[in-house]
Structure formats: C-alpha cells, structure tokens
C-alpha cells in the first residue's frame, strides 16, 4: 500500500535527515584529514579535542569547498539509497538516468540555496542562521518536488 502524501514526506524528512548527518561528518572528516580547512575553535575539532592543521585564507576557503564536494557525492547517495528504497518507487526512469537526475537536481538545488543565503546576506542584511534556513528550505522543496514528480514514479 503506497503512503499518502503527509507520510511520504514525513519519511522524506526522516531521509534527508539522515542524508544530512552523513554529510556533515563525511564534511568534517575530509576537510580535517584530507583538504585541512577546520580550525581550532570550530565545533567538531572542540567537542572532540582534537588539532588541526593551520592553512592561509585562501586555502582554507578552496578545501571546504572541495569538502563539501566530496561530503555531497556520499550524503547524496545516501539519499538516494533511502528515497528509492523507503520514500518513492523507483521505475520512472532506467536507474542510470535516475540516479543521472537525482545527482543534477540536488546540485541545482545547492546553487539555487546557496546563491539565495549569499543574496539575502548581501543584499538584506539578513543574519547568517535566517538565511542558511532559508537555503534548506528551498533545497528540501526543490528535490521533494523533482523527486517526487520528475525523478521517481511518486
């Protein structure tokens, strides 16, 4: 029996959820491991008392960006994992191209979040917490919306 919409999303939220946590400690391990870009008053390096690797400016912001890039090519697959298995049905398309646009849309969707947080901190003044809210909703609207209706058979 297919789960009304409420649940679906529900499930959907418990999926990215998970998606998510993967991403931050996938995030956090290769940017302290491999493209060193934490520093030493960031939250994971507190909590777990561990030390860093000084790196200049300029470095640091190209290894987070490359930790996220890497963060995002696992979390994503998590989510997809769960989504064809617990959230949608899969058949729409062949899995190749499934996949193909499950990995596009949630790529589109970061830029489209992220390039709206920097808009509303550059253009609004809005605080930093409101406006990276505001990147996670659409990113959680966007891929709900194409997964359901473009991606998987619903």
């Known amino acids: 029996m297919e789960a009304g919409p ?3 999303f529900v499930k959907y939220g418990i999926s990215g959820g998970l998606a998510t ?8 391990l290769v940017a302290w491991k491999i493209f060193p870009s934490l ?5 994971f390096i507190v909590l ?3 030390t860093v690797t000084e790196v200049d400016l300029a470095t640091r912001s190209l290894n987070s960006m490359l930790s996220n890039g890497v963060a995002f090519i696992f979390a994503n697959m998590v989510a997809y994992i769960i989504n ?3 959230v949608f049905r899969a058949g729409r398309h062949n899995r190749f191209i499934e996949i193909g646009l499950f990995y596009l849309v949630s790529g589109v969707s970061v830029l489209i979040g ?3 947080m920097g808009f509303l901190i550059r253009y609004y003044g809005m605080q ?3 406006a990276f809210t ?3 909703v659409s990113a959680v609207m966007i891929n709900y919306g194409m997964r359901k209706f473009y991606i998987f058979k619903g």
């Open 21 to 28: 946590f993967v991403h931050i400690v996938i995030f956090h």
């Open 39 to 43: 520093q030493e008053k960031d939250l």
């Open 114 to 116: 992220t390039s709206m």
């Open 48 to 50: 777990l008392g561990i």
């Open 6 to 8: 409420l649940v679906q």
């Open 84 to 86: 064809v298995f617990w």
């Open 134 to 136: 505001a990147n996670i």
């Open 128 to 130: 930093t917490t409101y």
